[in-house]
């Protein structure tokens, strides 16, 4: 397993833990940032579905793709965090729905996408055809002649 495919598998991961954490915790965490109990776990099942979906796929697609889709996602995230960070900062009280609307429909967008992204096409190494070693006779002037 190269270190893409590990980076990229532990980002579905993620995904997933932070799901789950999610629907356990959606009073807790709703409470922590503002956000109605359903939308968290509304959201958490979304990280759910979007996480698993991403290792289920991450194999079997392009690695260039994946990569793509993994930095349109996580600059997202880093802006959604900002915009709800100002909009925290300035008193208001939408933050927390901002950044938890973004981690309930981009988990989505980002899976549709990978779902239908081109598969992977493998290419085998052709290995010469070997005789079979019963039929393999070395050569030279020790060998009887048949």
Known sequence: MTGMLAGAIGDGVFKVVLGAAFVIGSA?????????????????????????IEVRYVRRRQMATCLRLMIAYDIGWVVMSAAALVVARQGGTAGGELWIAYLTAAPLVMAALLIRAPATTFVRQSIPDTPAATSVRPSGSDTPAA
């Open 28 to 52: 807790p965490f709703g409470d922590l940032l503002g956000v109605p109990v359903p939308l968290m776990a509304v959201s958490g099942l979304a990280l759910l579905i979007g996480g698993a």
